[in-house]
């Protein structure tokens, strides 16, 4: 019987249909190489829409929070602030170049980074605090801010599933002195691999193009600013291909509707699934009223890490797949290298035993959405 189903994919990428008209545009004006017409477009989109100061697209978050970490000049001995529950890159871009991890908790609520505790974990070495806006829900800004700004460390926002998220009513990555994005195919807008660094604090700005360019001042030469342009400070390739920055104009385009069709999905498990969730002791995600979503994931908690597994288990027998995530960066083989051990961080180890992520994208149809939450609804 279950067999004959389709299988449902846990992610699937979007296309609005413009892509390849775009990149093909970006052939035929034969300016294919990094900040070309259709960067040039997406920068201009970032710096209108969300009003940040200054938007550089880039490979990667990764290389966005590398980028970050040589603007906070980041060296051996310093210290970053970072939650365990996160996705690897918004700690490895700062130990690459020497940093140490010291890991805090993550509020229940949210599973954002517990503000509470960051104050204790500051040190005279602290040279960066982290903050993962976790599913598109905004930290708590009010707190994070206050003691970025009382201690003078900067705050870099990994905004990776938040684009377009606010937190009373400001936009989420323009907090931080520096937020990063991801156009992974994963994300809400997608480019496949890609990635934007976003600028708010001016004096980081000439010093972003420089680093993004190679350690030259290739930006400003463009600019007429200078005559020629040379070798004038650290720095590497991070800036994507045209062609990359086409397709990925063609999804931002499309923001608000790709937004409202996650947030069709999002309110409609949301409210299929409340009764069952509330029968069997699951959790479904909160959003503080302060806070507007992006809708990038579906997640539930479930009562214990055995009810997870076998939930895992049944939804793939009905041909579903639903996967979890993030481990515990504290208790991986690296974080236990770095001292890392269980109770270090209580929240963030029983949320990553207990977390479900249902399918989630774009271009779910109502019909697999219904198959999904038909099929939860039976699990007990
Ligand atoms: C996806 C993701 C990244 C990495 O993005 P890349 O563009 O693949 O480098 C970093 N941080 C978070 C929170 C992510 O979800």
Known sequence: ????????????????????????????????????????????????????????????CTDALEMSSLLCRIGPGDEVIAPSFTFVSSINAFMLHGARPVFADIREDTLNIDESQVEGLITEKTKAIVAVHYAGVG???????????R???????????????????RYLGTFGATATQSFHETKNFTSGEGGALLINDESLMERAEIIREKGTDRSRFFRGQVDK????????????????AAFLYAQ????????ERRRR???????????????????????PAHCEQTYHM???????????????????????????????????????????KEGDCPVTEEMSDRLVRLPFYTGLTEEDQHRVMEAVKEFS
Not at 252 to 259: K, M, V
């Open 265 to 287: 999905i999002w309110e409609g498990y949301k409210s299929g699934l409340k009764g069952w969730a509330e029968a069997s002791e699951v959790k479904l995600p909160q959003v």
């Open 298 to 340: 579906f997640y539930m908690l479930m009562p214990s890490l055995d009810k997870r597994q076998e939930f895992i288990a049944y939804l793939k027998e009905k041909r579903i797949l639903a996967v979890f995530h993030y481990l515990p960066l504290h208790l991986s083989t690296m974080g236990k290298a770095l001292g890392g």
């Open 229 to 244: 342009y040379s070798w004038v400070d650290l720095g590497s390739s991070f800036l994507p291909s045209d062609m990359l």
């Open 139 to 149: 930290c708590e800004m009010d707190a994070l801010m206050a003691l970025s700004k």
């Open 1 to 60: 019987m279950t067999s004959s189903l389709s299988p449902i994919p846990f992610n699937r990428p979007y296309y609005t249909g413009r892509e390849l008209d775009y990149i093909r545009a970006s052939m035929e004006d034969g300016h294919i190489a990094g900040d070309g017409p259709f960067t040039k477009k997406c920068h201009a989109f970032f710096e209108e829409r969300f009003q940040v100061k200054k938007a550089l697209l880039t490979t990667s």
């Open 252 to 259: 931002l385009e499309s923001l608000d509707e790709i937004q």
């Open 151 to 169: 201690y003078d460390i900067p705050l870099i926002e990994d905004n990776a599933h938040a684009l377009a998220g606010k937190y009373k009513g």
